[in-house]
């Protein structure tokens, strides 16, 4: 079955305990992005790669960091989590070799609290 | 930069009726994406429906249309013969290239 999978769905965290939510894809697509989605704020971008070993900062790229060093897999990483950080996360990814333009496929989502 | 704003946050609409979510936009270039993804109480992400801003025609999937006006930068989702399946958050979206803008979303609740 094709799809985008993440991992941990739900977590709880302490200020300052880096982390790592885990997003892999298995329809060999180049494209994949990360976004966060906040009440009243809709889903804002924080990275996107367009291949192994490109990426780009999106809308809201501060305390994160991502990496790609496999097609199938683009790791969001928290070195430091804050409070603010607390959010809904998503992973998505693209065929489309022009980035976001084609349909993207999203994971079911990751719940990140901050305390 | 892109902006994409829904103006409607919660809208509700009888089972089998017609509903329209406004959706309007803000770029200066000319050739971009636009995007309906529905967002059920699952919190999955789903593509409705999607337009090219070159194209003219207005996109259509099923029950879903759009009525895409580029010189008013205005991209509305027209949802015929509303179904209970279709509750959910609906969020617009624009892109360049590579990154994306969502809106707030609005919340559709299809009433029996």
């Known amino acids: 079955e094709a799809q985008v999978t993440q991992n941990p769905r739900y977590l709880i965290t302490v200020t300052g305990k880096k982390l790592t939510v885990t997003c892999s894809q298995n329809?060999?697509?180049?494209?994949m992005s990360w976004y966060r989605q906040d009440p009243g704020l809709g889903l804002r971008q924080i990275y996107y790669s367009m291949n192994v070993e490109v990426t780009d900062k999106g809308d809201v790229p501060e305390g994160y960091k991502v990496s790609r060093k496999e097609k199938r897999n683009f790791p969001l990483i928290l070195e430091s989590p804050s409070p603010n950080q607390t959010s809904l996360y998503f992973c998505?990814?693209?065929?489309?070799?022009?980035?976001?333009?084609?349909?993207?496929?999203f994971g079911p989502g990751t719940r990140l609290t901050v305390t | 930069a892109q902006t994409v704003t829904q103006s409607q946050p919660e809208m509700s609409v009888q089972e089998a009726e017609t509903v329209t979510l406004s959706c309007t936009y803000d770029?200066?270039?000319?050739?971009?994406?636009l995007f309906w993804y529905k967002q059920p109480p699952s919190r999955q992400m789903i593509l409705v429906i999607r337009?090219?801003?070159?194209?003219?025609q207005n996109a259509t999937e099923n029950r879903f249309s759009v009525n895409f006006q580029k010189a008013a930068k205005s991209f509305s989702l027209k949802i015929s013969d509303s179904q209970l399946g279709d509750t959910a958050m609906y969020f617009c979206?624009?892109?360049?290239?590579?990154?994306?803008?969502f809106g707030a979303g609005t919340r559709l609740t299809v009433k029996p």
């Open positions: 329809m060999n697509h180049e494209y």
């Open positions: 979206a624009s892109t360049l290239y590579n990154d994306m803008r």
């Open positions: 337009q090219e801003a070159y194209k003219q």
């Open positions: 770029t200066s270039e000319s050739n971009y994406y």
């Open positions: 998505a990814s693209s065929l489309s070799t022009t980035g976001g333009r084609g349909e993207q496929y």
